[in-house]
T-cell receptor
Framework: DVKVTQSSRYLVKRTGEKVFLECVQD?????MFWYRQDPGLGLRLIYF???????EKGDIPEGYSVSREKKERFSLILESASTNQTSMYLC???????????FGSGTRLTVV | QKEVEQNSGPLSVPEGAIASLNCTYS??????FFWYRQYSGKSPELIMS????GDKEDGRFTAQLNKASQYVSLLIRDSQPSDSATYLC??????????FGTGTKLQVIP
């Protein structure tokens, strides 16, 4: 089975800190995604990548950046964490367009 | 109108009954449709994909797609308490972007 691993299950960070969320998949998937999930708002796409060193903005990219230096790893960066970035962050991967996603277990980030 | 609409629920069904979950969408260009199950505190898990009009069955699950009416549904036969979860509808629309609904919470009562 495809495994998508997110480095942390829970994180607490202070306002203004730079935060790194790591995601690694082990099945050579082309596509990787970062979502945040908030009650009542559902899953919202932050950034995605269809290839190494490639990135595309999703629906809510403000305050975030990403890095994909290797095919299996997709990192989400919060440049200067703010309290409104407190959320569940979900990484996902898929083998290609039109395929369903495999999600990681999520990182619950709290910014205080 | 939201791109993907689902009744938030909760939808309560007795154990052994058929649970029917519905989803409507606005983008007529949508090509691929997915159902995910999300247990409380867990991440979504893909349970069904459907790409053409009609029914697709997988065990106790049946996905139904009607592109003309712009709806997709998920039927769960012989519902079990372990099916209690939030079910997310998702679709691949224009610009190759996947959009998720906010989910329907299903409660199966023993």
């Amino acid at each position: 089975d495809v495994k998508v691993t997110q480095s942390s299950r829970y994180l607490v960070k202070r306002t203004g800190e730079k935060v790194f969320l790591e995601c690694v998949q082990d099945m050579d998937h082309e596509n990787m995604f970062w979502y945040r999930q908030d009650p009542g708002l559902g899953l919202r796409l932050i950034y995605f990548s269809y290839d190494v060193k490639m990135k595309e903005k999703g629906d809510i990219p403000e305050g975030y950046s990403v890095s994909r230096e290797k095919k299996e790893r997709f990192s989400l960066i919060l440049e200067s964490a703010s309290t409104n970035q407190t959320s569940m962050y979900l990484c996902a991967s898929s083998p290609g367009t039109g395929h369903g996603y495999t999600f990681g277990s999520g990182t619950r980030l709290t910014v205080v | 109108q939201k791109e993907v609409e689902q009744n938030s629920g909760p939808l309560s069904v007795p154990e052994g009954a058929i649970a029917s979950l519905n989803c409507t969408y606005s983008d007529r260009g949508s090509q691929s449709f997915f159902w995910y199950r999300q247990y409380s505190g867990k991440s979504p898990e893909l349970i069904m994909s459907i790409y053409s009009n009609g029914d697709k069955e997988d065990g106790r699950f049946t996905a139904q797609l009607n592109k003309a009416s712009q709806y997709v549904s998920l039927l769960i036969r012989d519902s079990q308490p372990s099916d209690s979860a939030t079910y997310l509808c998702a679709l691949l629309g224009g610009y190759q972007k996947v959009t998720f609904g906010t989910g329907t919470k299903l409660q199966v009562i023993p």
